[in-house]
């Protein structure tokens, strides 16, 4: 019975009503969704987040170790055995080429003074073990076990044994997130080995690689070798990325389409290495110029980029 | 006292304690941080205890809660801020105004419930990253949610096992 200006008191205190509370929070998340998507402003806020959650996620990862090195333990002497002859002709097999790199080198070195050219930056690196690929299904990353405590920072790139894995994305305390050269989101500037074609590669959806945006006429054919141009400052120039698996060139369209293989064991756990910053990009452009003068010639009537 | 609103059971259970339900998401969560790398089907821990305590108890549990646990497992899983909290809010109020429905069939009906509920949970995380330009995961993704609801069985009995216990034991009590 409603009284002129006055609702009867409620019964219970509930607070408000659950759609106004839905609306509010939902209100509420796709505001962080927008700046998060569009701004990128709560990373201090994850950061914080995240530290917090470290030692329970370390938690978490103890079943999982656990049952590793069980199946480590109990993996077979023999395959062990083979990996270990494997890996002894590997050695023997790089040794011609370690042997002689450092005379390479000091050659290089002497050289550049000779030639008056900008000595080349020496690279710091920091060996890493991936614990696991992230939850996110939506893309292509992994966790790696050293984070800003041990000088990680965001935009360092990241190779193992065979190539370039990816690139350091987001850096916690004492762990950080690498998106792998297999997202869709990643893009790697490369060079083809064979002609110096420059180009950029992306991920694709299914572990491959693509080259996008390539004339369909362009000078490239399955088993060339893609390496880093390092014309974008992160990268080191030379460093293998994937060989072209199959080219469809199809007149319907005006680009190839060119589906590529990563170098690296994208997608595998193991341990990387993550390559220090590379300085003064202003200086390694003006130095890529002097370097790939045949590549630049030839550039003229290829695309670039 | 609160009586089990089904058309099978007449049985009456001890009112839940909050700090159970709390715990029990907690629970959920670090069982949700357990890496299992890109293994399809694993099912998510949270989505589904917050659907039990929703369809079970409405009042209860509140969607600040659901928002906090969201954006917790935002961080922990790396996505987009804001993912897990808008799926998971919108998860909390269908299961809550469903609640009354959902309690009153059979379990085999409740899991087939919580299906859908579950697939549109993760039907609006899909929407939400596509829109902000990810990658489809690929249909095994939607595995996770079939798991889930076959784990409705076990869960109902686990969540609810502190409230069939009686408050003084009495082996005479015809209850």
Same mark, same amino acid.
């Given at each position: 019975m409603p009284v002129v200006g006055h609702q009867p $008191? $409620? #019964? #219970? !205190?509930?607070? $408000?009503?659950p759609l106004a509370r839905l609306v509010f929070f939902v209100v509420l998340s796709l505001a962080l969704l927008v700046l998060d998507l !569009? +701004?990128?402003?709560?990373e201090l806020a994850r950061q914080g987040v995240a530290t917090v959650l470290y030692p329970l996620q370390r938690a978490a990862y103890a079943p999982v170790d656990l049952y590793e090195q069980l199946d480590g333990y109990f993996s077979s002497l023999s395959a062990v055995q083979q990996e270990n002859v494997l890996l002894k002709r590997k050695e023997v097999e790089s040794a011609k080429w370690l042997l002689r790199q450092e005379h390479l080198e000091l050659e290089n070195q002497r050289l550049r003074q000779l030639l008056d050219m900008k000595a080349r930056q020496p690279v710091s690196s920091t060996l890493a073990d991936i614990i696991h690929a992230a939850r996110d299904p939506f893309s292509r990353r992994v966790i790696v076990d050293k984070g800003s405590q041990q000088g990680i920072v965001a935009g360092q790139a990241v190779v193992d044994e065979a190539g370039v894995l990816g690139q350091v994305t987001r850096v916690y305390p004492m762990q950080s997130e690498v998106t792998l050269v297999t997202d869709k989101n990643q893009a790697v500037p490369v060079q083809v080995v064979r002609n110096g074609l420059r180009t950029v590669l992306f991920g694709a959806s299914d572990g491959q690689l693509e080259l996008r945006f390539?004339?369909?006429?362009?000078d490239i054919r399955p088993d060339d070798q893609l390496v880093t141009s390092g014309l974008d400052g992160v990268y080191l120039p030379g460093l293998p990325v994937a060989k072209v698996l199959r080219v469809d060139r199809d007149a319907? +369209?005006?680009f190839a389409r060119i589906v590529c293989e990563p170098a690296a064991g994208v997608e595998k756990h193991g341990q990387v290495l993550l390559l220090g910053l590379r300085e003064a990009l202003q200086q390694q452009v003006e130095e890529s110029g002097t370097r790939d003068k045949p590549a630049k010639a030839k550039r003229g009537r290829k695309r670039d980029e | 006292m609160n009586i089990q609103p089904t058309h099978s059971s007449r049985r009456i259970l001890l009112p839940v304690r909050q700090w159970f339900i709390l715990f029990s998401l907690a629970v959920a969560f670090f069982l949700d941080l357990v890496p299992f790398g890109? /293994?399809?089907?694993? =099912?998510?821990w949270v989505a589904l205890v917050l659907a039990f305590w929703s369809v079970r108890e409405p009042l209860r549990l509140g969607m600040g809660t659901a928002f906090v646990i969201g954006l917790m497992m935002d961080v922990a899983s790396g996505s987009v801020m804001g993912q897990h909290p808008l799926a998971y809010l919108l998860l909390s109020y269908a299961a809550g105004g469903l609640s009354r429905r959902i309690l009153w069939f059979p379990l085999v009906q409740q899991a087939l419930h919580i299906l859908l509920l579950l697939l549109a949970t993760q039907l609006v995380m899909v929407i939400t990253r596509l829109l902000g330009? /990810?990658? &489809? =995961?690929?249909?095994?993704? &939607?595995l996770g949610s079939f798991s889930g609801a076959l784990l409705w069985f076990p869960l109902t009995f686990v969540l609810l096992l502190p409230q069939y216990q009686p408050l003084e034991k009495d082996e005479n009590r015809p209850i």
């Amino acid at each position: 019975m409603p009284v002129v200006g006055h609702q009867p $008191p $409620p #019964f #219970f !205190k509930r607070g $408000p009503a659950p759609l106004a509370r839905l609306v509010f929070f939902v209100v509420l998340s796709l505001a962080l969704l927008v700046l998060d998507l !569009k +701004y990128r402003t709560l990373e201090l806020a994850r950061q914080g987040v995240a530290t917090v959650l470290y030692p329970l996620q370390r938690a978490a990862y103890a079943p999982v170790d656990l049952y590793e090195q069980l199946d480590g333990y109990f993996s077979s002497l023999s395959a062990v055995q083979q990996e270990n002859v494997l890996l002894k002709r590997k050695e023997v097999e790089s040794a011609k080429w370690l042997l002689r790199q450092e005379h390479l080198e000091l050659e290089n070195q002497r050289l550049r003074q000779l030639l008056d050219m900008k000595a080349r930056q020496p690279v710091s690196s920091t060996l890493a073990d991936i614990i696991h690929a992230a939850r996110d299904p939506f893309s292509r990353r992994v966790i790696v076990d050293k984070g800003s405590q041990q000088g990680i920072v965001a935009g360092q790139a990241v190779v193992d044994e065979a190539g370039v894995l990816g690139q350091v994305t987001r850096v916690y305390p004492m762990q950080s997130e690498v998106t792998l050269v297999t997202d869709k989101n990643q893009a790697v500037p490369v060079q083809v080995v064979r002609n110096g074609l420059r180009t950029v590669l992306f991920g694709a959806s299914d572990g491959q690689l693509e080259l996008r945006f390539l004339a369909a006429n362009a000078d490239i054919r399955p088993d060339d070798q893609l390496v880093t141009s390092g014309l974008d400052g992160v990268y080191l120039p030379g460093l293998p990325v994937a060989k072209v698996l199959r080219v469809d060139r199809d007149a319907a +369209y005006s680009f190839a389409r060119i589906v590529c293989e990563p170098a690296a064991g994208v997608e595998k756990h193991g341990q990387v290495l993550l390559l220090g910053l590379r300085e003064a990009l202003q200086q390694q452009v003006e130095e890529s110029g002097t370097r790939d003068k045949p590549a630049k010639a030839k550039r003229g009537r290829k695309r670039d980029e | 006292m609160n009586i089990q609103p089904t058309h099978s059971s007449r049985r009456i259970l001890l009112p839940v304690r909050q700090w159970f339900i709390l715990f029990s998401l907690a629970v959920a969560f670090f069982l949700d941080l357990v890496p299992f790398g890109n /293994a399809i089907g694993v =099912p998510d821990w949270v989505a589904l205890v917050l659907a039990f305590w929703s369809v079970r108890e409405p009042l209860r549990l509140g969607m600040g809660t659901a928002f906090v646990i969201g954006l917790m497992m935002d961080v922990a899983s790396g996505s987009v801020m804001g993912q897990h909290p808008l799926a998971y809010l919108l998860l909390s109020y269908a299961a809550g105004g469903l609640s009354r429905r959902i309690l009153w069939f059979p379990l085999v009906q409740q899991a087939l419930h919580i299906l859908l509920l579950l697939l549109a949970t993760q039907l609006v995380m899909v929407i939400t990253r596509l829109l902000g330009g /990810a990658d &489809f =995961p690929g249909w095994g993704y &939607f595995l996770g949610s079939f798991s889930g609801a076959l784990l409705w069985f076990p869960l109902t009995f686990v969540l609810l096992l502190p409230q069939y216990q009686p408050l003084e034991k009495d082996e005479n009590r015809p209850i």
